[in-house]
């Protein structure tokens, strides 16, 4: 049963510190999103890539937020420095091409990382 | 513009009752993907169906099914015979796969099923 893993589930840190959350996408699967979910704003998108290139990130505040992906099996998210407003679950998503050849079809979500910023 | 509409908030039912969750969607695209995932109280994001804009059969899966109506931008989820582990927020979204991989969710829908 192929899943979406992340980590770490969850972290406390307080404001300034650097966060890098970690994403395996599921084997196979060559698009992987990352999404936020807060209470106000609901499930958002933050950046997504294909083949390991970075196709929008157009969600993502670009001051302190990096997305990449050194490798086929890991995505990376990192917020320097972090700031309360961050706290949210963060979740990534993977899925195959879809068969038009364009966008992926179903997206597999991850079990998310909740991050508190104090 | 795409948009996913989640007019209920919460629904609260007792078990064995059969519920509806609505969603209704705006979208310019003739080629687009409906989806439904649910969100238990453990916070994943399961994904329960995905269905394409050209097919509007409707689908059933055990307790649960699904009338897709192109007439009425509404892609509704039922569910039949509730269970106390049907309780969770359910979302309906939206993609557009000529355009983007981008999913627009709604609000989402918290079910509450109580014994």
């Known amino acids: 049963d192929a899943r979406v893993t992340q980590t770490p589930r969850h972290k406390v840190t307080e404001m300034g510190q650097e966060v890098t959350m970690r994403c395996q996408p599921i084997l196979g699967h060559n698009t992987v999103f990352w999404y936020r979910q807060t209470m106000m704003q609901g499930l958002e998108l933050l950046a997504y890539f294909r083949n390991r290139a970075p196709l929008d990130d157009s969600g993502m505040p670009k001051d302190r937020f990096s997305a990449e992906m050194p490798d086929a099996t890991l995505a990376t998210l990192k917020i320097q420095p972090s700031e309360p407003r961050d706290s949210a679950v963060y979740f990534c998503a993977s899925g195959p091409s879809g068969t038009s050849g364009r966008a992926s079809e179903t997206q597999y979500f991850g079990p998310g990382t909740r991050l508190l910023v104090l | 513009a795409q948009k996913v509409t989640q007019a209920q908030t919460e629904i609260s039912v007792v078990e064995k009752e059969d519920v509806t969750l609505d969603c209704v969607y705006e979208?310019?695209?003739?080629?687009?993907?409906l989806f439904w995932y649910k969100q238990p109280p453990s916070g994943e994001l399961v994904f329960l169906i995905r269905?394409?804009?050209?097919?509007?059969q409707n689908e059933i899966s055990g307790r649960y099914s699904w009338n897709f109506q192109k007439s009425t931008s509404s892609f509704n989820f039922t569910i039949t015979a509730s269970q106390v582990v049907d309780s969770a927020v359910y979302f309906c979204a939206l993609s557009e796969p000529y355009n983007t991989d981008k999913l627009i969710f709604g609000t989402g829908t918290r079910l509450q099923v109580f014994p």
């Open positions: 979208t310019r695209d003739t080629t687009y993907y």
């Open positions: 269905r394409n804009s050209f097919d509007e």
